[in-house]
């Protein structure tokens, strides 16, 4: 039976913003998280999707804590990391890491590679000197660097190569999870299939889970086990790969699916092109926050908020459509 690792439960985070002029009283929020659930299985992959702004890298952030969410629980393998002493966060810290999207600034470019990869393991771990530089030599294999190139500096490496050693650091204190942020969206598109088959060989090699945060649908389906869709600050969709790909329910999944060129010329494709642009997080549209751009769009859906609904087949979705 499938185990879950982690469980994010109604996770909120919302930023303050300046006060409206003609309220002053009246405190603003940007929602940029808005009451999110989902889970993600040991070993899984689960895609998190959605056009930039909408909250999914804060997401990811706040599920590691790296920010502190506003309302919310999150549990990795049952303990609730909003919920635990600093010094037991500490400890937790070392099962959760994060890859960055941008492997130009993720790296310090005053050390040396060693140094960016032993610091983890020095601070997370026991292992000795010789233990370490074993471990060295093991993970520069593991993302397919030459061991030479740890005593170089981040600038004389491609981009690629310094994503392999973004990848390298993340998974030197083998965490349990690993949320991968754009990993590959910085990168030019001749290495993308590289790195994301170095990332699905080490998920195979020591049973990582990810959470992987695109806006690349055509990334995102040759990755992932599941897929959560996110406009403006909550889930909209989450259904198994095969499903969401074949019959996705939410209109908004439809669009993003419609988006995905098509290789082959002779295979023609409609395309939705959604009107207008994603509305302001701090001002939401009333009933779904779709509904200003849906084509699917009904009187109701201006009023009422959709909820979640399980539709069948491992599959979740807010549309009034499908109630
Ligand atoms: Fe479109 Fe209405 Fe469904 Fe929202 S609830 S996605 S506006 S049909």
Not at 7 to 15: A, Q
Not at 262 to 282: A, F, T, W, Y
Request: positive net charge.
């Amino acid at each position: 039976m499938e185990q879950k690792l982690l469980e994010v439960k109604n996770l909120k985070k919302w930023f303050p913003v300046d006060s409206d002029s003609f309220f002053p009283q009246k405190k603003q929020f940007l929602k940029a998280v808005d009451d999110i659930s989902f889970f993600i299985n040991k070993g899984e992959t689960l895609g998190l999707v959605g056009e930039s702004g909408c909250g999914k890298s804060t997401a990811g952030r706040s599920v590691l804590r790296l920010l502190e969410a506003t309302e919310g629980s999150v549990f990795l393998d049952g303990e609730d990391i909003y919920n635990l002493s600093s010094s037991r966060l500490k400890k937790k810290r070392n099962e959760m890491q994060i890859v960055f999207q941008d492997p130009y600034a993720s790296l310090n470019p005053r050390l040396k590679v060693r140094s960016i990869i032993e610091e983890p393991l020095i601070i997370h771990t026991n292992l000795t000197k010789k233990q370490r530089r074993e471990k060295l030599s093991q993970l520069m294999q593991d993302v397919g660097l030459d061991e030479s190139y740890l005593e170089r500096y981040p600038h004389e490496f491609s981009g690629g190569q310094r994503q392999r050693i973004g990848i390298a650091r993340a998974i030197a204190v083998q965490p349990k999870l690993i949320v991968m942020d754009e990993p590959v969206s910085a990168l030019d598109v001749s290495v993308q299939a590289q790195v994301l088959n170095l990332i699905q060989d080490l998920q195979e090699k020591y049973q990582l889970t990810y959470l992987f945060i695109t806006h690349n649908l055509s990334v995102v389906k040759h990755i992932s086990n599941r897929i959560a869709v996110m406009y403006l600050g909550k889930i909209v969709e989450i259904a198994d790969r095969e499903t969401f790909f074949k019959d996705p329910k939410h209109p908004y999944s439809g669009a993003l699916i419609s988006a995905i060129p098509e290789p082959n010329p002779k295979l023609k494709k409609e395309r939705v092109i959604l009107q207008g642009d994603v509305p302001s997080p701090v001002n939401p549209p009333s009933g779904c926050p779709f509904h200003t751009r849906c084509p699917l769009v009904m009187d109701r859906c201006k009023s009422e908020v959709p909820q979640l609904k399980d539709v069948g087949n491992n599959q979740i979705v807010a549309c009034h459509l499908h109630e």
